[in-house]
């Protein structure tokens, strides 16, 4: 115990949102200081990581979709877990050097979130992840926790706080009073669903082929849940797939609106089944206390709109909804030594 605080003084601790888009690194007393695409570029069928391992995040990104035959970009988190080991390492351990390197003697214990609906084996498998990339000890914090931390509600209360985490991979929807979950449900559809959705749409109506960087461009401009004040236009390029040659096409916010229907449906479905579960009392209390939104998704214009159609409740979105969870996390780490036990014996963590 003692050993640990004096650790604590030399190591730089940190809280990390691993996410299927990007991963967002928190220190204590400093807030986040890393803020990273979730992607590593790799020498094709090796995982040998480009520019002496230093091909990661923002230098990845700008090579996804464009890399010639020698080169891979990987994303190695699929629907918030880990789909590639080795890689997910490789990226881990790049961004724990890249925010260590500036202090700290000793390996630091790592506070990491992760989606709420993973099995046993997935939690091992971020455990040994960080583990094997530089950190002393491993704690892990379902995301919802995280987020309704780092939104600042009163989850430790006994009054009920609920959240809708829409990220890349997943969406998390939790009901939490008294510092512990009550009722969730976590389904791994989420903005990269979305994009999915836009590119099939692209193909089956205009015979279209875009990428995903594009795909996100087009959520982004023109994406909606619910019908706008004033629709807009875009124009987008693509290959056409009959002719096999460029082509420019001008697409609309209704079109793309319809597009989103099918994951934004599955997202208002969890939210609803959610509440179905919560106790009356909590319930209740969420009449007056609303829902919460955060993550990348929340920020599709009107989607707080269709969620509070949908269930009657207000919604508020949080501010700062991409670094909710990573806010979430260095609050965990800045109160390790009261929450540590919670978090071990809950199954969030284990020494």
Request: aromatic share 4%; proline share 4%.
């Amino acid at each position: 115990m003692f050993l640990n605080t004096i650790l604590g003084w030399f190591s730089m601790d940190m809280g990390i949102d691993l996410g299927t888009c990007n991963t967002l690194v928190c220190v204590r007393n400093e807030g986040i200081v890393l803020n990273e695409p979730s992607v590593v570029a790799v020498r094709k069928g090796t995982n040998i990581v480009l520019n002496n391992g230093e091909a990661v995040g923002l230098v990845a990104r700008e090579m996804l979709g464009k890399t010639p035959g020698s080169i891979s970009a990987i994303r190695p988190m699929k629907d918030g877990v880990i789909s590639d080991f080795e890689i997910t390492e490789a990226m881990l351990g790049y961004f724990i050097r890249k925010v260590h390197g500036r202090g700290g003697l000793i390996r630091p214990r790592v506070v990491i979130a992760v989606p709420s609906g993973i099995t046993a084996v997935e939690r091992r498998a971020v455990i040994d992840s960080a583990e094997r990339a530089g950190a002393r000890k491993v704690f892990l914090v379902d995301e919802p926790m995280a987020a309704g931390i780092g939104a600042g509600l009163p989850i430790t209360e006994p009054t009920a706080s609920m959240i809708i985490d829409i990220g890349g991979g997943t969406t998390e929807v939790a009901i939490m009073s008294l510092a512990d979950i009550s009722s969730c449900e976590s389904i791994r559809i989420g903005g990269d669903d979305m994009d999915e959705a836009i590119i099939i749409h692209l193909k089956r109506t205009y015979n279209l082929l875009i990428g995903e960087p594009r795909a996100e461009q087009v959520k982004m401009q023109l994406g909606s849940a619910a019908p706008l004040e004033e629709e807009m236009t875009m124009e987008i390029a693509g290959r056409d797939t009959i002719s096999g040659l460029p082509r420019k096409i001008v697409i609309t916010s209704e079109e793309i609106r319809e597009a989103l229907k099918e994951p934004i449906s599955s997202i208002i479905e969890a939210v609803t089944k959610t509440l179905e579960k919560a106790e009356p009392e909590l319930a209740a209390d969420l009449i007056e206390n609303g829902m919460h939104l955060c993550g990348g998704g929340s920020l599709l214009r009107g989607m707080d709109k269709v969620l509070s159609n949908a269930t009657g409740l207000t919604v508020h979105r949080v501010e700062e909804p991409l670094t909710c969870v990573a806010r979430g996390t260095s609050v965990y780490l800045e109160n390790l030594e009261i929450w540590k036990d919670t978090m071990d014996h809950n199954g969030y963590g284990w020494e």
